[in-house]
């Protein structure tokens, strides 16, 4: 049985569409742990159940999916990554993973939790599942078909985190004792940081 035709499976959805403007070059493809972004993180995602990658692209599409050669990864394209929203993306990919039951989300600069972290969030049968550090929420982020069907509806404002608040969807906050599900990286000095996080954890894979 194909992936398409299992409605069981776990997927994964990356967003990866925008111009990385405040990095000053493509976040994606910047080397963590000895390769590109977007395939560790992806690759962190297949490690933690999901059998399936669906990536959000725009801003240099075949860059990104070069750079994910050989993993089980298809891509929806965002044609107005340049005046869009993330939450824009993130719909986007969700409406391609409708017929999922469970999808874990993740923006490409957020790789840097471990992958038992994810895996502990597969425990839980809420609507929404986010792993947290001292109390605030982080990424990846669990949820079933139901919430995707919902946040693809939404048209609010303040994005995903707003969408989720205002759903009326059970949401579980697991606290963990793991920083770098806060770490992203927006910028250099963010950048920089996840790196020294990673390297002192020795959590690149």
Known sequence: ??????????????????????????KALLPVAGEAMIRLSAKKLLAAGAEEI??????RREAIEAALTGLPARFVLNENYAS???????????AALKD??????????APAYRTETARALL?????????CFERKPGHPILMTAKAARWLCGYSGEG???????????????LETDDPGVLLDADTPEEYKKMLQTLQRSGNGG
Do not use: C, W
Not at 100 to 109: C, H, K, L, M, R
């Open 159 to 173: 994005g995903l985190r707003a969408a989720m608040q205002t759903s009326g969807l059970p949401i579980h906050e």
């Open 123 to 131: 425990r839980f049968r809420s609507d929404f599942a986010v792993p």
């Open 1 to 26: 049985m194909s992936i398409s035709e299992n409605s069981a499976r776990l997927r994964a959805l990356i967003v990866a569409a925008g111009l990385s403007s405040r990095m000053g070059t493509l």
């Open 54 to 59: 669906v990536v959000v692209t725009g801003y």
């Open 100 to 109: 999922s039951e469970q999808i874990f989300f993740a923006p490409v600069d």
């Open 84 to 94: 869009t929203q993330m939450f824009d993306s993130i719909k986007l990919g969700l």
